[in-house]
Protein backbone atom coordinates (compact mmCIF):
# COMPACT_ATOMS: atom_id res chain seq x y z
CA UNK A 1 0.00 0.00 0.00
CA UNK A 2 1.43 3.42 -1.02
CA UNK A 3 2.12 5.54 1.50
CA UNK A 4 -0.73 8.48 0.66
CA UNK A 5 -3.23 5.14 0.30
CA UNK A 6 -2.47 4.52 4.29
CA UNK A 7 -2.60 8.23 5.08
CA UNK A 8 -5.79 8.18 3.64
CA UNK A 9 -7.22 5.35 5.62
CA UNK A 10 -5.80 6.82 8.86
CA UNK A 11 -7.55 10.23 8.20
CA UNK A 12 -10.80 8.43 7.03
CA UNK A 13 -11.29 5.92 8.91
CA UNK A 14 -12.39 7.54 12.00
CA UNK A 15 -14.86 9.69 10.00
CA UNK A 16 -16.17 6.67 8.76
CA UNK A 17 -16.73 4.87 11.82
CA UNK A 18 -18.72 7.73 13.97
CA UNK A 19 -21.16 7.65 11.11
CA UNK A 20 -24.56 7.22 11.65
CA UNK A 21 -23.99 8.03 15.62
CA UNK A 22 -26.04 10.57 17.46
CA UNK A 23 -23.99 13.14 19.66
CA UNK A 24 -24.19 13.23 23.23
CA UNK A 25 -26.00 16.38 23.15
CA UNK A 26 -27.79 17.25 20.26
CA UNK A 27 -26.99 21.14 18.30
CA UNK A 28 -29.18 24.19 19.60
CA UNK A 29 -31.17 24.58 16.53
CA UNK A 30 -33.18 27.80 17.57
CA UNK A 31 -31.22 30.77 20.08
CA UNK A 32 -33.21 32.54 22.99
CA UNK A 33 -32.89 36.17 22.08
CA UNK A 34 -31.98 38.14 25.28
CA UNK A 35 -34.97 40.40 25.79
CA UNK A 36 -34.83 43.45 25.00
CA UNK A 37 -37.38 46.62 25.13
CA UNK A 38 -40.81 46.58 26.66
CA UNK A 39 -44.15 47.12 25.25
CA UNK A 40 -47.76 46.74 27.02
CA UNK A 41 -49.70 43.39 26.10
CA UNK A 42 -53.11 43.94 26.92
CA UNK A 43 -56.07 41.23 26.66
CA UNK A 44 -59.11 42.79 28.25
CA UNK A 45 -61.40 39.66 27.56
CA UNK A 46 -59.48 37.86 30.05
CA UNK A 47 -58.98 40.83 32.68
CA UNK A 48 -54.76 40.52 32.00
CA UNK A 49 -52.39 43.21 30.84
CA UNK A 50 -48.24 43.61 31.32
CA UNK A 51 -45.51 44.53 29.96
CA UNK A 52 -43.26 42.09 27.67
CA UNK A 53 -39.72 42.13 25.62
CA UNK A 54 -40.28 43.92 22.16
CA UNK A 55 -38.10 41.24 20.31
CA UNK A 56 -39.89 38.17 21.41
CA UNK A 57 -43.25 37.01 19.51
CA UNK A 58 -46.37 37.52 20.72
CA UNK A 59 -49.21 35.34 19.57
CA UNK A 60 -52.81 35.78 20.86
CA UNK A 61 -54.96 32.16 21.98
CA UNK A 62 -58.43 31.69 22.18
CA UNK A 63 -59.90 31.34 26.01
CA UNK A 64 -59.31 29.94 28.36
CA UNK A 65 -55.51 30.57 26.36
CA UNK A 66 -54.10 34.11 26.34
CA UNK A 67 -50.65 34.68 24.79
CA UNK A 68 -47.58 32.44 24.23
CA UNK A 69 -44.53 35.06 23.83
CA UNK A 70 -41.97 33.05 21.60
CA UNK A 71 -37.85 33.23 21.35
CA UNK A 72 -35.77 30.02 19.93
CA UNK A 73 -37.17 27.16 21.73
CA UNK A 74 -38.06 29.25 24.98
CA UNK A 75 -41.89 29.57 25.53
CA UNK A 76 -44.03 31.68 28.46
CA UNK A 77 -48.01 31.52 27.60
CA UNK A 78 -50.87 32.34 29.95
CA UNK A 79 -53.87 30.84 30.57
CA UNK A 80 -57.31 32.14 32.54
CA UNK A 81 -60.19 29.70 33.28
CA UNK A 82 -63.23 30.15 35.00
CA UNK A 83 -63.49 28.88 38.02
CA UNK A 84 -67.14 28.00 39.47
CA UNK A 85 -65.80 26.73 42.84
CA UNK A 86 -64.23 29.00 45.58
CA UNK A 87 -60.66 29.38 44.91
CA UNK A 88 -58.66 29.49 47.48
CA UNK A 89 -58.27 31.88 49.99
CA UNK A 90 -56.87 30.89 53.47
CA UNK A 91 -53.53 29.37 54.06
CA UNK A 92 -54.96 26.25 54.51
CA UNK A 93 -57.32 26.22 51.30
CA UNK A 94 -54.12 27.58 49.20
CA UNK A 95 -52.13 24.44 50.67
CA UNK A 96 -55.17 22.17 49.58
CA UNK A 97 -54.79 23.45 46.35
CA UNK A 98 -50.95 23.15 46.04
CA UNK A 99 -50.85 19.42 46.99
CA UNK A 100 -53.86 18.77 44.55
CA UNK A 101 -51.99 20.44 42.04
CA UNK A 102 -48.66 18.58 42.49
CA UNK A 103 -50.51 15.51 42.53
CA UNK A 104 -51.92 16.46 38.90
CA UNK A 105 -48.55 17.67 37.89
CA UNK A 106 -47.31 13.44 38.87
CA UNK A 107 -50.32 12.51 37.45
CA UNK A 108 -49.73 14.05 33.99
CA UNK A 109 -46.09 13.19 34.02
CA UNK A 110 -44.89 10.91 36.83
CA UNK A 111 -41.18 11.77 35.80
CA UNK A 112 -41.00 15.77 36.12
CA UNK A 113 -38.84 16.44 39.33
CA UNK A 114 -40.20 19.56 40.98
CA UNK A 115 -37.47 21.75 42.39
CA UNK A 116 -39.61 23.98 44.29
CA UNK A 117 -42.97 24.14 45.34
CA UNK A 118 -44.37 26.95 47.09
CA UNK A 119 -47.82 29.13 47.89
CA UNK A 120 -47.37 33.13 48.55
CA UNK A 121 -49.93 35.97 48.27
CA UNK A 122 -47.32 38.15 47.13
CA UNK A 123 -48.36 37.97 43.36
CA UNK A 124 -50.58 41.00 42.08
CA UNK A 125 -52.11 41.13 46.09
CA UNK A 126 -53.65 37.95 45.13
CA UNK A 127 -53.31 34.06 46.60
CA UNK A 128 -50.85 32.44 44.34
CA UNK A 129 -48.80 28.51 43.95
CA UNK A 130 -45.29 28.98 42.16
CA UNK A 131 -43.88 25.43 41.03
CA UNK A 132 -40.42 25.16 39.47
CA UNK A 133 -39.08 21.55 37.92
CA UNK A 134 -37.94 19.93 34.57
CA UNK A 135 -38.93 17.91 32.80
CA UNK A 136 -38.39 16.48 28.90
CA UNK A 137 -40.33 17.00 26.15
CA UNK A 138 -39.26 15.93 22.93
CA UNK A 139 -36.14 14.52 24.24
CA UNK A 140 -35.11 17.94 25.79
CA UNK A 141 -34.45 18.78 28.82
CA UNK A 142 -36.52 21.64 29.67
CA UNK A 143 -37.04 23.97 32.87
CA UNK A 144 -40.44 24.73 33.88
CA UNK A 145 -42.25 27.56 35.81
CA UNK A 146 -45.47 27.32 36.54
CA UNK A 147 -47.50 30.26 38.48
CA UNK A 148 -51.16 29.91 39.39
CA UNK A 149 -52.64 33.25 40.49
CA UNK A 150 -56.21 33.01 41.91
CA UNK A 151 -58.09 36.24 41.69
CA UNK A 152 -61.98 36.84 41.79
CA UNK A 153 -63.33 33.76 39.84
CA UNK A 154 -60.37 33.52 37.57
CA UNK A 155 -57.35 30.98 37.62
CA UNK A 156 -54.42 32.56 35.87
CA UNK A 157 -51.31 30.74 34.87
CA UNK A 158 -48.20 32.20 33.64
CA UNK A 159 -45.83 29.34 32.53
CA UNK A 160 -42.57 29.33 31.24
CA UNK A 161 -40.60 26.80 29.26
CA UNK A 162 -36.70 27.05 28.19
CA UNK A 163 -34.05 24.46 27.99
CA UNK A 164 -32.04 24.92 31.23
CA UNK A 165 -29.01 26.70 30.06
CA UNK A 166 -31.86 29.47 29.37
CA UNK A 167 -33.78 29.18 32.15
CA UNK A 168 -32.24 32.21 34.05
CA UNK A 169 -31.91 34.48 31.06
CA UNK A 170 -36.21 34.10 30.48
CA UNK A 171 -36.79 34.19 34.33
CA UNK A 172 -34.78 37.22 34.72
CA UNK A 173 -35.39 39.37 30.95
CA UNK A 174 -39.26 38.14 30.60
CA UNK A 175 -40.58 36.28 33.89
CA UNK A 176 -39.71 38.55 36.38
CA UNK A 177 -40.45 41.98 34.74
CA UNK A 178 -44.19 39.84 33.54
CA UNK A 179 -45.40 39.01 36.84
CA UNK A 180 -44.06 42.84 37.88
CA UNK A 181 -46.01 44.77 35.63
CA UNK A 182 -48.75 41.99 35.58
CA UNK A 183 -52.50 43.39 36.91
CA UNK A 184 -55.56 40.99 36.68
CA UNK A 185 -59.03 42.00 36.91
CA UNK A 186 -60.42 38.42 38.22
CA UNK A 187 -62.76 38.20 35.30
CA UNK A 188 -62.98 36.89 32.17
CA UNK A 189 -65.29 37.68 29.18
CA UNK A 190 -65.86 34.43 27.08
CA UNK A 191 -67.81 36.10 24.89
CA UNK A 192 -65.36 38.51 23.55
CA UNK A 193 -63.57 37.91 20.29
Same mark, same amino acid.
Given at each position: ? #??????????????? %? #?????????????? %???????????? &????? %??? @??????? /??????????????????????? %?????????????????????????????????? #????? @?????????????????????? /?????????????????????? &??????? @????????? #?????????????
Amino acid at each position: M #SRAALLLVVVCLPLL %T #SCGEEPDHPPRIFK %TKTPHGSRPAEF &PEAGM %TFK @RPRNWTI /RRRALPGVFELVSGEAVVAGWAY %TRAEPLPETDAQLEAARQRLLGAIHDRDPDFEVI #SGFAT @REIVNAPAIDIEGEQVISKRRL /RTRSVHIYKGDVEYVIESLAPS &PDHALVE @RGVMKPLLD #SLELTGEVDEDAG
